[in-house]
């Protein structure tokens, strides 16, 4: 059973399209989360949700939008792709406030052409 | 300044080998710190958890947490190649901060 599944492993896109990345857990964890990857590996924070509510939005373009049905969900849409989104992002969940680590999804690997 | 130090390296070490690794913070209000580890193309999964100061064990593995000085600490004993990975560490008190990852290769 896997912890935290993202959808897709792999997105190639053009330029200009808009893409979803689907995240689910099963855990019963609280809060969710969406980090983006660089080449260089460094994790940096999107959003956080907890119980469906936004508490970080981390200053990202709003060509990103969050959207959380309920509090296994969690999914990625972004507007009009730019080369500079190319990265892996990644899904990851805990307990409320994290104490405890998180629980990442394996990745979803954008590359934009 | 980052808010977490660490030096992405890559480090290279031979099989049996002791591998330490480290980071610095600038947040004391940091309360809890962890260690995860990345293999290629994968997510991150976690290793070790400390909540304040002092060390923790568990097999090969050694955590250390040093407040005063905003230092933390990850000792890996008798080394493997199976532990070549990115290390990364993370720390939090209301939201997690992670460094920018150590590439560490074990050579047979």
């Known amino acids: 059973d896997t912890a935290v599944s993202q959808t897709p492993k792999y997105l190639v896109t053009q330029m200009g399209n808009d893409k979803s990345i689907k995240c689910e857990q099963n855990l019963g964890h609280d809060t969710m989360y969406w980090y983006k990857q660089d080449s260089k590996k460094f994790l940096k924070i999107m959003f956080s949700y907890n119980n469906k509510e936004l508490i970080i939005n981390e200053t990202v373009p709003n060509r990103f939008s969050p959207k959380s049905p309920d509090k296994a969900h969690l999914n990625l849409h972004i507007n009009s792709l730019e080369l500079g989104d190319s990265a892996v992002y990644f899904c990851?969940?805990?307990?409320?406030?994290?104490?405890?680590?998180?629980?990442f999804g394996s990745g979803t690997r954008l590359t934009v052409v | 300044q980052k808010e977490v130090e660490q030096d992405p390296g890559p480090l290279s070490v031979p099989e049996g080998a002791i591998v330490s690794l480290n980071c610095t913070y600038s947040n004391s209000a940091f309360q809890y710190f962890m260690w995860y580890r990345q293999y290629s193309r994968k997510g991150p999964e976690l290793l070790m958890y400390?909540?304040?100061?002092g060390n923790k064990e568990d097999g090969r593995f050694t955590a250390q947490v040093d407040k005063s000085s905003k230092y933390i600490s990850l000792f890996i004993r008798d080394s493997q190649p199976s532990d070549s990975a990115t290390y990364l560490c993370?720390?939090?008190?209301?939201?997690?901060?992670f460094g920018a990852g150590t590439r560490l290769t074990v050579k047979p």
């Open positions: 400390t909540y304040s100061s």
């Open positions: 993370a720390m939090s008190e209301d939201d997690m901060r």
């Open positions: 990851a969940s805990s307990v409320r406030g994290g104490f405890y680590g998180y629980t």
